[in-house]
């Protein structure tokens, strides 16, 4: 019997919320994550130049705009790691064969795997994230979070061509899975989370228009930190990360399938 | 006769690998896993393909699972090709691969067959019913392991588990890469008996890999021998048995394996060429083929007592599979 995208969607519900709960360790981690993660990407936004220096070239509130920068990376996390490292952990507890045997295409199951946290911690950075945005902005920024944490979901989604890639090449790199210990930060850090793409060099900020998350970032970032926001810009952007979302999604799928025959060829899987 | 559930043409497959020459430097060899194999497996039937480590069991079983590619040939599971049809193939298995892992460690053994269940699309009531089934009918339910979780099944449970998910979608084929493998005897019965029932009452065909002679013998119809990627023999126990005809074996059981290894030594500078040695706990066998073993015997007897080699049992049988192997591939341990 084929499963559906639907059946497939509520085995990864009924599997993520079981181990949630079960596991104490993933609580408080989902507890702390967004304030750890503010708190990471101030350091590291500063390391490249000083507060000072930010509020000269950027007409933003600095502290909300690393706000911004920590729920657009908290929300984007998910997809790239569901997606991309899902593969790690499949092949480390030896369920990856078996995930490969489901009479349906693993591409489709691995698409479904990230919905339910994607679920939970859009909702969660919104409880969390929405009341700081208050106490500091008044309710206007707490309700540019809400719109925020939906930009950043649908950017997140619109990373799931790039992820599918990424998890191929893992799957056909035979256990070399530290390489994606350095494509992670790599994006992370081209898309422009930890400080504006616009104070990089060309090279790079050329290299960050390819990524759909470098939008759904400037989007989030002119949501939540910006005195008035221009509604236009922030559409502009999210019209490009989807554009580029319907560009790469097609495409990922095409490259994980190629990715994943060439790996049955060469005998990659290891079981 | 039955319908044919699995047929392989001509299945080739070669890897590469590399050979570490030095700290940088390495060669690229290529191992010929598979050479040409052809075989069929009909329903109500349990084929074993029986072989030592390398020679090529887990490479098939890959195969047909589609979960590798075959260089050449082809393989057909209830008439769909592996190379193809890989989606329709995967409706009509279950498989086994490994028992020691494979599952989600804080979900319980329930749990995680109701969500493989759901990647197989079974859904609702019919779900839960079928996990029950399946839960009772490997005994795990009366082990009372269902609801416990995986991290903490030992071996035996693992292994009833995995068996209990290739058997969730009630497929009609059955792949299982050493099934038993590192269970305690009870388990591996256990796991041999429900393989057997579901052959006899569901008429299942079942493709069963082992290194395990004497588990080949007692749950497999027919044997596939398989060495260095080719079928040397194929038949049922019997006929494999027959092989060897005209010979019988002579056990010798002695004490260490130093005294084993010259033995043999004197042996084979003695004439005799079908030796073969095997640990059996503390004590070491020394199996030795032959035509006459009640006039070998007493020449085997004298150059062991000339040497002052002390024997602690000795024993004429009949050849089992084991010689029959060890005949036909000349593997000696």
């Known amino acids: 019997m084929k499963p559906s995208f639907i059946d497939l969607v509520v085995a990864e519900f009924k599997n993520f919320f079981i181990e949630f709960l079960r596991r104490k360790s993933l609580i408080i981690a989902l507890v702390m994550y967004p304030y750890l993660l503010t708190a990471l990407i101030m350091f590291i936004g500063t390391m490249f130049g000083s507060l000072e220096y930010f509020k000269q070239k950027i007409p933003a509130d600095p502290l909300l705009f690393f706000l ?78 809400v719109l925020t944490c939906l930009i950043a979901t649908l950017g997140a989604l619109c990373f799931v061509g790039l992820a599918l890639i990424i998890g191929g090449l893992l799957i056909l790199s035979r256990g070399e899975w530290s390489i994606y210990w350095v494509i992670r930060p790599l994006i992370l850090f081209i898309s422009g989370i930890f400080y504006p793409t616009a104070l990089m060099p060309i090279w790079l900020r050329i290299l960050s228009m390819t990524l759909p998350l470098s939008y759904a970032i400037e989007a989030s970032r002119m949501l939540i930190a910006f005195e008035n926001p221009e509604m236009r810009l922030i559409l502009i952007n999210v019209t490009l990360m989807t554009a580029l979302a319907i560009l790469y999604t097609p495409l990922g799928l095409k490259t994980y399938a190629y990715l994943e025959v060439r790996t049955k060829k060469l005998g990659g899987l290891r079981i | ?90 409706e009509c298995i279950g498989v086994m691969l490994t028992v020691e892992k494979g599952f989600y460690p804080m979900l319980t053994g329930k749990e995680n067959l109701e969500y493989f269940g759901r990647l197989y699309g079974l859904k609702g009531n019919y779900l839960k019913k079928r996990v029950e089934e399946i839960l009772d009918l490997v005994g795990l339910k009366e082990l009372g392991a269902a609801d416990r979780i995986y991290e903490e099944y030992s071996l035996g449970m693992r292994a009833r588990l995995s068996l209990a998910r290739a058997l969730l979608p009630n497929p009609p084929i059955l792949l299982l890469d050493e099934p038993t493998l590192g269970l ?49 023999a194929s038949g049922t126990p019997a006929e494999l048995k027959k092989l060897v005809r005209g010979f019988r074996a002579i056990v010798l059981k002695l004490r260490e394996e130093v005294i084993a290894n010259k033995l043999i030594k004197i042996l084979n500078t003695s004439g005799y060429e079908k030796i073969s040695k095997i640990k059996e706990g503390e004590l070491v066998n020394v199996k030795i083929l032959v035509e006459d073993p009640e006039r070998e015997l007493t020449t085997i007897l004298k150059l062991a007592t000339s040497h002052g080699l002390e024997i602690d049992y000795i024993a004429i049988q009949e050849p089992s599979l084991e010689d029959v192997f060890i005949e036909l591939t000349g593997a000696k341990e």
């Open chain 1, 68 to 145: 911004a920068s920590s729920l657009t990376l908290l929300i984007s996390l998910v997809i790239i790691d569901d997606i991309g490292a899902r593969f790690i952990w499949e092949e480390r507890m030896g369920t990856l064969p078996y995930l490969m045997l489901i009479p349906t295409s693993t591409a489709k199951l691995i698409l479904a795997s990230p919905i339910p946290r994607l679920a939970l911690t859009s909702c969660w950075v919104i409880a969390v994230l929405a009341p700081t945005a208050i106490v500091i902005k008044g309710v206007g920024a707490g309700l540019a979070v």
């Open chain 2, 1 to 90: 006769m039955a319908k044919k559930g699995i047929e392989v043409r001509e299945l080739v497959k070669r890897y590469s690998t590399k050979i570490r020459k030095g700290f940088l430097r390495s060669e690229t060899k290529v191992i010929e896993a598979l050479r040409g194999i052809s075989f069929d497996v009909h329903h109500g039937e349990v084929v074993g393909l029986l072989g030592p480590n390398g020679a090529g069991k887990t490479t098939t079983i890959k195969i047909l699972a589609t979960l590798l590619l075959p260089d050449s040939g082809d393989a057909f599971i209830e008439g769909y090709s592996v190379v193809k049809e890989p989606h329709k193939v995967r």
């Open chain 2, 184 to 232: 305690d005897p009870p388990s591996a019965r256990r796991i041999r008996e429900l393989v057997k029932n579901l052959v006899r009452k569901d008429g299942k065909a079942v493709l069963y890999t082992t290194h395990n002679m004497f588990e080949a013998e007692i749950i497999c119809d027919r044997i596939l021998l398989i060495d260095k990627g080719v079928i040397i």
